[in-house]
Structures are given as C-alpha cells and as structure tokens.
C-alpha cells in the first residue's frame, strides 16, 4: 500500500495581507500529479486544512475540488481530519457525499463514525467496511490488504469536553494531557490487525518537535504538549499535523512524522524545504518512508541592504529573487520617506515588510530627541516629514490640546511617538495598510 501524507494546507492564509490563494492552487495540482505518479493508493490529510474556522469561499471551493481530484472517481482513499485551525463541524458538512467517493472527513476526537454501504463493495471504488470512534478500516481496489486508521483532531479539552486537571500547574497539566491522548489511541487502536496496514494520525504537539513562527495558537482549552510515548505504538506509521517544519519524531516506538506545511507561511520558514511523505506499507512489516520536495510556492528570502536604497534599488533593477516574497532589512541615515516605500513597492509587488536600521550615532540623536519638550520633539518631527518646514504655532497648540486631552498617556510616553525609529515604522505601516 502506498501512502500519501500531508498537512497543514492552511488554505485561505495570506501574507501580511497578500493572497497565497494562487500559489496554494499549484501545490494542489503539484499533490495530484504526484499522487498519479506515485501510485498512491491512501492519502492522509492531518489537520488544518484550513486556515481560519470560517474560511473564506474560494478556499472551500479549492478544497472539494482536491478532494474531487486526488479521490481518482473514489478510487483512491483519502482520509481527513480537523486542526486546531479547523472548525470540525464545518470540515465534515460533506461527508454524506464525500463517503461515497472513498473519503472520510472527521472532526471531532470522539466523534462516532458508521461503515459505508457494503451492498456493492467491489465496483472499483474504496468502501469503508467497518468504522467506530476513532478508527476506520477502509477496502481499497488498488491494494489486497485492508488499511485501518486511528485517528485522533486535535484534542483540545474544549473539543474532548473533559476537563483533564482542576491543577494549574503546568507539569501536571501536560502530564494529565499526554495521558488522556495515549488513552484514547490505546483505545483506538485496539482495532488494528496483523493482517492490516496499520496507521496512526493527530493534529498535535509531540514534545521535542521544533516549531517555527507559522504556528499561530488557536484554541479553546488546554492543549499543551504530548509525550512521545503517547502515540499508538501498535501503529506501523504515525501521521501528523501541527508543526509547520517537516520532522521525524526523535524516540518514537515506530515511524512517527510531521509532513510540514506546502508552503513556507512566514519569513522564519526562510530556507526551509517543503514536502510530503510518501509511505510504503505492508501488513505486519516495518514500513518505508521517502520525502518528496515540493516546489510549488514562491520562496520567502529576506534582504538585508547594508548599503541603504541605491543597493535595494540594484537589486530590483538586477531581477534579484525576482518570484520571492521578500522581507526587507534596509540600514539607512535618515527619515525613510513614504514616497520611497510606494517606489520600491510598486516596482516589487511582492516586498512585504520594510524595515529601517539606523546607526548608532542616529540611535543617539533619537534618544537626546526623547529628553527635549513635546511641543519641540512635534516642531523637528513636522520638519522631519515636510522637508524643514517649520510648523505654524496654530497647529503646535492644537497638537498639545490633543496630548492633553488624552489621559491614558503620560507625556513622556507620547515623546517616543516621535523619534526616528517611529517615524519610519510609521510611515511604513501607513503604507502596508
């Protein structure tokens, strides 16, 4: 039996604001050419298909048109559950008809599944001959054996609806947590056959894993890390979601994986390789692994201009990692117009965040600048922004009855509004917005 493993689709996510929608229609035709070329009997999906709870529609659409795809006329089996980013009701809606085309969408931890219609099991098209909570055994037309999966979205006590400690303290929580998770796959698992593929699959935490920035939180309820020991040991592979860099397990009873995420979801993913595993297994042998690389996704690189705008005006002008979202470190002198930002912006679409770095000497000036009356810090700022032009007295009165009127600010906290480092970030934000 070969199987297909892969995650955290995250389908709907953007970049600082910028749409990936496109870019996550290639890797789905990347992952059906290479379940065609492979030869893939099973594909499993380990949570976070989506990237929000309400997704936003051409993210659902992209996801039944997958499923539609790589299901080959319910030919091949897919099996899916929820993340933490998923809404696990929304995520099954279609089972009724995803069921019949060999796809099974689960949700929720303990939620119980059915077996499908046996009335015509051999018609070509993958059946679901037994099921329960948190187990399936599906028929495959391509493979002799059976395949049985234990899976277990991601178990939040919120989406378990137990409160698994009253204790607050950490050790014991995590201790209390890893516990119910190797409970419930014990229990899973006790399905599982030597005359089977056997497979194991979550949405969580194993501790020892290494996360990246990606890797947003969203949850209700604890959910703490899990002991690697937690996993079903009777399993001949482990699939998992969650973490966003692709990862074996460190001390794992059996094969146990993090797929990784298709694309790189923020500049601390720079350099990574994306993938998914391809998974070779036989009943009652000892399964082989081999990663696949994918190279649907522009790169995330990050620039970093020592030389200040002629050299990131070079760049650009060289074609420079001209398909890269880029994030842009640029060392500079002075006040970083916002006039320079929509320039290097409109000649690179894909220039995501800017950021300033002055010299120590300039670092200097903004702190004696922070030391010296508001109403002259607001004069050299307005000088800063119209080119030495000196304010009106009018408008530094009305500015100081603004300053005063707010009472949730000291007048040495609002002075930092207004050194250097700010006034570039904040006519980089004005722009990005």
């Known amino acids: 039996m ?29 992952l059906c050419m290479i379940a065609e070329d492979e030869a893939v009997d099973l594909i ?13 529609a051409i993210a659902e659409e992209l996801f039944y048109d997958a499923l539609n795809r790589l299901s080959a006329g319910g030919s091949r089996a897919i099996v899916a559950i929820a993340g933490n980013h998923d809404n696990p009701e929304r995520l099954c809606a279609a089972s009724p008809l995803a069921v019949r085309n060999g796809i099974t969408l689960y949700g929720l931890p303990k939620e119980l599944l059915t077996p499908g219609l046996l009335d015509q099991p051999n018609l070509g098209r993958v059946t ?13 037309p391509s493979c002799s054996d059976p395949a049985i999966i234990a899976m277990l979205p991601y178990p939040s006590e919120s989406r378990l609806n137990e409160v698994l400690s009253e204790s607050l303290d950490e050790e014991i929580l995590r201790e209390e947590y890893s516990k119910r998770v190797q409970q419930l796959f014990s229990s899973f698992s006790q399905h599982f056959r030597p005359d089977a593929v056997n497979l194991g699959m979550s949405h969580l935490f194993v501790r020892g894993g290494m996360e990246s920035e990606s890797e947003r939180p969203i949850q209700l309820g604890s959910a703490p890390t899990v002991e690697v020991n937690a996993m079903p040991s009777g399993a001949q592979y482990v699939a998992l979601g969650h973490l966003h860099r692709a990862q074996a397990v460190k001390g794992a009873a059996v094969p146990t994986r993090y797929s990784g995420s298709p694309l790189a979801y923020s500049f601390s993913e720079t350099g990574y390789a994306k993938s998914v595993i391809l998974v070779e297994a036989f009943p009652s042998q000892a399964v082989t692994t081999r990663e696949i690389f994918l190279s649907a996704g522009y790169p995330l690189v990050k620039w970093k201009a020592k030389e200040g705008l002629a050299q990131v005006q070079q760049w650009i002008d060289e074609g420079k990692d001209r398909n890269a979202w880029i994030d842009l470190e640029i060392f500079v002198t002075g006040a970083l117009q916002a006039q320079d930002i929509h320039n290097l912006r409109r000649q690179r679409e894909r220039l995501i965040n800017i950021r300033p770095v002055f010299p120590e000497t300039e670092q200097i000036v903004a702190e004696a600048r922070s030391k010296l009356p508001i109403d002259e810090l607001f004069s050299k700022f307005y000088q800063d922004r119209t080119g030495g032009a000196e304010p009106e007295q009018e408008l530094v009165a009305l500015f100081l009855s603004l300053i005063d009127s707010d009472n949730t600010t000291s007048p040495s906290q609002s002075t930092d509004v207004f050194t250097p480092q700010s006034q570039i970030t904040g006519a980089e934000e004005v722009e990005s917005a």
């Open 128 to 140: 679901r001959v037994a099921a329960g909570q948190g187990w399936v055994e599906l028929h495959i």
């Open 44 to 56: 499993l999906i380990a949570g976070d298909v989506f990237d929000t709870v309400n997704p936003p």
């Open 2 to 30: 070969r199987i297909l493993h892969t995650s955290d689709w995250h389908l709907g996510r953007t970049l600082e604001g910028r749409s990936r929608i496109e870019e996550q229609m290639t890797f789905i035709d990347e």
